[in-house]
């Protein structure tokens, strides 16, 4: 009988809690982008090579990088890849529709000529001038980023940018590309789960097909 | 003229004794019957006493018979010898004294000599039927109550003879002193290394008996420390109390002075001032028992030249330090060191000392990244004779500092466990092994998302401590110890994508503390 008690408590203490974590700890992500590389440009191989998240800004003030990036090693494609963000986007990086912000980002990966650690762009992802070069971009997929989700920002992409704004949540939400139909004049997103795997094609391939489905604007 | 006198009456004093005609037939018996245990110390007993009859006394030597293991006929034989030269030796008007006395395996018919028997009347009737003038008969025996007759009593007030004077005259009569009742054992004792009651009598006649300090021990003081030692000393035993018993049948003017260990020859004395429960060791801490005495007032006790290692014991603490006796001069012991508590309890002194203690230090980190851990802990022991049993609770705090999240861990851990104690001079040495649980808490700041953590888990540590013994009970403490616990960590990135992985970091602890014990 006190065998049983004993082994209880051994029980017990074994296996009450959660699991520590150590000082690498960096948070939980908010979200976690998984997929495959297909290929990308061939660019300078002893250069960093870096996916990360590219936030439009519909006014024109510039792509803004996330500074999480996720390095990309060694130039054997197709190969896996995971994307771990903790931190929002921040706020500059937002489309501020007065009522509503909402991030539209594109995944894509960067070869970091600069060595800063972040992709430095001029002008836009095709642009083939310095510093930072745009190798490989996802198609069919965007990130949206909404740190609210009120009724009118979903008044405002139903019928727009999102086939289901009725899905949006606060927070990172994974979206599909679509593309439009002989009525409609640009693609339009659909919001999926966000484990949904993600595919990233070199800038040749996206140029060749016209960007696929992301003529959003 | 003055300072002739006084020698004059010294010697005259110190002769009184032997001018008495004392004989003595002293009997150890280790061995009774066959299906009896053997006794270990019956012989030493007679040689003991008898040692003392000779050095302060007033017995010669050629008048003490001692007997190792006779049998019936040989105790006959020398009794009768001894009588009878006590009929040649002594005029029948003169002062003598014949003391018997007996120390072995008996039942309430009769003595057990070697697995024959000689009946207690028979010993009596010989003994009281001498022509000593004086006729004591001492009997350490199992059921020797029987020789007095009495049965199962506590023991009597303290009876009141004449005070022994220097210009007394012998009593005559006889009497007879034994060492339990006729219901009860006599017991021998390790500790001792010899019976309880003759090794009180021995104490009593060497001066720890003398209540009126007149440096004379009589037969009335020498049997009441005896039966009142005998009693307490025996009332925690597996055999039980025993209590010696007398019968007196004495006429006279003044009591029976047994020794005058003040004017023994070469002897010296120790002089016990202050109260408590004397210890002394011929040699050394590990020599044979000299002497055992309960003092409750200011004693001179008598003993051969030579060092001794004494020890005074009170209820709380036990005195130690060495002493030496020097031939015809009296010492009085110097400072003797403090034994204390937990040492105390390690000697046998004391059955449980406990203590108190606060301890602060720190320890490895158990997660990589974390600064090593400030820690306070409250202790509590148990001080036993062979080990110490512990029980700790510990508070533990680290922090980490990162360039987007902050974290702090703390650990509250109960433990318990057992050490094994050495005392090495000032400073007692323990080494044990101790179990217990922690509660581990992990909290985060920063404005990623980061929810709390908490763990139970199972801790296993050796721990080696050193105790310093500062004043009174206080001591100081510096313990480590080495151990490890159970934990489970998550590896790769969190949420559904991490993975648990079971761990057993190393923890090792140092701490300083300071504590009391009682």
Redesign the interface.
């Known amino acids: 009988m006190k065998t049983k008690y004993i082994g209880a408590l051994a029980l017990l203490l074994l296996a009450c809690g959660d699991d520590l974590v150590d000082g690498d700890y960096a948070g939980e992500p908010r979200i976690v982008l998984n997929g495959q590389i297909q290929e990308l440009n061939d660019g300078d191989p002893s250069l960093d090579r870096y996916l990360t998240i590219v936030w439009e800004k519909a006014s024109g003030d510039g792509d803004i990088s996330t500074p999480q990036l996720a390095p990309i090693a060694g130039a054997n494609f197709p190969a896996g890849f995971t994307l771990a963000l903790f931190d929002p986007p921040q706020r500059s990086a937002l489309n501020d529709y007065g009522d509503a912000l909402l991030g539209l980002g594109y995944i894509a990966v960067f070869n970091d000529s600069d060595q800063d650690g972040t992709i430095s762009m001029s002008g836009s992802l095709d642009s083939d001038t310095a510093p930072d070069l745009v190798e490989g971009l996802a198609t069919s997929n965007i990130l949206l980023y909404a740190p609210v989700v009120s009724p009118e920002l979903q008044d405002r992409l139903r019928g727009g940018l999102l086939l289901n704004p009725e899905a949006l949540e606060p927070g990172f939400n994974l979206t599909q590309a679509v593309c439009a139909s002989a009525q409609e004049d640009f693609d339009r997103l659909r919001i999926i789960p966000n484990d949904a795997p993600i595919t990233i094609e070199s800038m040749e391939t996206v140029l060749a097909n016209n960007y696929g489905c992301l003529n959003l604007f | 003229m003055k300072a002739a006198l006084v020698a004059l009456a010294l010697c005259l004093s110190c002769s009184a004794l032997a001018q008495e005609g004392r004989y003595a037939l002293m009997i150890g018996a280790n061995q009774g019957d066959a299906i009896e245990p053997r006794l270990r110390y019956a012989v030493e007993d007679a040689r003991r006493l008898s040692s003392v009859l000779t050095s302060m006394g007033g017995f010669l030597p050629e008048n003490v018979v001692v007997l190792q293991e006779p049998t019936p006929d040989r105790v006959r034989d020398a009794l009768a010898r001894l009588n009878a030269r006590l009929r040649s030796e002594q005029p029948r008007t003169s002062s003598s004294v014949l003391m018997v006395f007996y120390s072995g395996h008996a039942d309430a018919l009769a003595l057990h000599l070697g697995g024959a028997h000689l009946p207690w009347t028979e010993l009596k009737n010989l003994t009281i039927g001498s022509s000593a003038a004086m006729r004591l008969l001492v009997i350490d025996a199992c059921r020797s109550g029987v020789a007095t007759r009495v049965k199962g009593t506590a023991l009597e007030a303290p009876f009141a003879l004449p005070e022994a004077s220097s210009a007394q005259t012998l009593p005559e009569g006889f009497a007879i002193l034994s060492s339990a009742t006729a219901q009860e054992s006599a017991q021998e004792s390790d500790a001792l290394q010899g019976s309880f009651f003759t090794h009180h009598l021995i104490a009593a006649l060497r001066g720890t008996a003398d209540s009126n300090d007149d440096g004379q021990i009589t037969l009335a003081e020498a049997y009441q420390y005896t039966a009142d030692r005998t009693v307490a000393s025996t009332a925690a035993t597996l055999g039980g109390v025993q209590h010696p018993t007398y019968l007196f049948e004495l006429k006279g003017r003044s009591g029976l002075v047994l020794t005058r260990p003040g004017d023994a020859r070469g002897l010296g004395a120790l002089r016990l001032q202050t109260p408590g429960q004397y210890f002394l060791r011929a040699g050394g801490p590990q020599g044979a028992l000299a002497l055992e005495a309960n003092v409750s007032k200011r004693r001179t006790v008598h003993l051969r030249p030579g060092r001794y290692f004494l020890q005074r014991r009170t209820p709380r603490r036990l005195y130690e330090g060495e002493v030496e006796i020097i031939e015809g001069k009296t010492r009085t012991p110097g400072a003797l060191a403090a034994v204390e508590y937990a040492r105390l309890v390690r000697k046998g002194g004391q059955k449980l000392a406990l203590s108190a203690s606060v301890w602060g230090g720190t320890s490895l980190p158990i ?4 600064s090593p851990p400030w820690e306070v802990a409250l202790a509590m022991a148990m001080h036993l004779r062979f080990l110490t049993i512990d029980a700790r609770v510990d508070y533990q705090r680290a922090s ?1 500092n ?1 360039e ?2 902050s ?1 702090r861990l703390q650990t509250v851990s109960i433990q318990a466990g057992a050490r094994a104690a050495y005392d090495l001079g000032p400073v007692a040495l323990s080494a044990g092994l101790r179990v217990g ?1 922690a509660w ?1 808490h ?1 909290s ?1 700041q ?6 709390a ?6 801790m296993f540590l050796g721990v080696i401590r050193a105790d310093f013994s500062i004043y009174d009970g206080w001591f100081l403490g510096l313990e480590g110890q080495l151990g490890t616990l ?5 590896a790769g ?3 559904d ?2 993975s ?1 992985q079971a761990d057993t970091p190393l923890l090792g602890r140092l701490a300083l503390g300071v504590g009391k014990q009682w």
């Open positions: 997660l990589s990244g974390f980490l990162g987007r999240l974290a649980g581990i992990q985060f920063t404005d990623r998302i980061a929810p953590r908490s763990r139970l888990v199972p159970y934990i489970r960590r998550s990135l969190s949420g994508q991490a648990s």
